[in-house]
C-alpha cells in the first residue's frame, strides 16, 4: 500500500480490496481498519459506516472511469484526428490509473457480479454515456453506429466490461493478463480495430 496517501484514502484503498476479495457483506469495518492500519473508530469518523465506505469506493470508480470517457468528449472538429490516433497511445491513460496492483478492477469486477441497485444505477450512466457519444459522433459524420444505436452502445459496454468480467478465464486462454499493463496494448488496439469498424469513410481518410 502506497505510504503518500491519506489516511482517508489508505481507509478507501483497503476497502476496494477486502471488498473486491470478499465480498460487501463479508468485509467488515474491522478488517477494512486493520488492514488500512488504522482504527475502527477512525474509519468510522471518515466514512460513518460500511455503507459510506462502499458508497466512497463507487464514486471513486467512476470518478476513474468518467475521467477515461471523458478524453473521448473532444470537440466536433478535433474528433476524426483524434479517433485516427495510434491505437497504442489511447491505452497508456488505463496502465497508469489501473497499475497490477490495484483493487479497482477485482472491485469492479464484484460490483458487476453483486447486480444490486447501486451495481445498475452507475451501468446505467456509462450506457447513457455511451450511447451519446455515439449519436454525437453519428452526426459529426465521423461514425456509423448501425440501424440501431441503443443496442450497439449496449453492445460495446458489454464488450468492454465482459474483459473485467473474464480477465482471469481470458488470462488463461490468451496467455497473457489483457487488462495488465503490459497487456494492454495488445489487447485494446484489436478491441480499437473493432471500433473502427464504425468509422465512415471520411473520418477514415479514404475516397
Keep these: ?13 483497503a476497502s476496494l480490496r477486502l471488498f473486491a476479495d470478499e465480498g460487501f457483506e463479508a468485509a467488515t469495518v474491522r478488517r477494512i481498519a ?17 455503507d459510506g465506505l462502499r458508497a466512497a469506493c463507487d464514486e471513486h470508480i467512476l470518478g476513474l472511469f468518467d475521467g477515461l470517457l471523458g478524453e473521448a468528449q473532444v470537440a ?7 479517433l485516427g490516433e ?10 497508469e490509473l489501473f497499475p497490477g496492483d490495484s483493487p479497482v478492477l477485482p472491485y469492479l469486477r464484484r460490483m458487476l457480479l453483486t447486480d444490486d441497485e447501486r451495481a445498475r444505477a452507475i451501468l446505467r450512466g456509462w450506457y447513457d454515456l455511451t450511447l451519446g457519444l455515439l449519436l454525437r459522433w453519428r452526426d459529426a459524420g465521423v461514425l456509423d453506429p448501425g440501424p440501431d444505436p441503443q443496442v450497439r452502445a449496449a453492445a460495446l459496454l458489454a464488450m468492454d466490461l465482459g474483459g473485467v468480467l473474464l480477465r482471469g478465464p481470458l488470462s488463461d486462454m490468451l ?23 464504425m468509422l465512415t469513410p471520411d473520418a477514415k481518410g479514404t475516397p
Excluded: N
Excluded at 34 to 50: M, R
Design 1 to 13: 500500500m502506497r505510504s503518500d496517501l491519506t489516511t482517508k484514502a489508505r481507509i478507501r484503498d
Design 34 to 50: 486493520a488492514a488500512a492500519e488504522v482504527s475502527p473508530g477512525l474509519v468510522v469518523h471518515h466514512y460513518g459506516s460500511k
Design 76 to 82: 466536433d472538429q478535433e474528433l476524426a484526428a483524434a
Design 86 to 95: 495510434e491505437p497504442t497511445q489511447k491505452f497508456g491513460s488505463f496502465a
Design 175 to 197: 496467455g497473457f493478463d489483457p487488462l495488465a499493463p503490459e497487456g494492454i496494448d495488445r489487447w485494446g488496439t484489436d478491441m480499437y480495430s473493432l471500433f473502427a469498424l
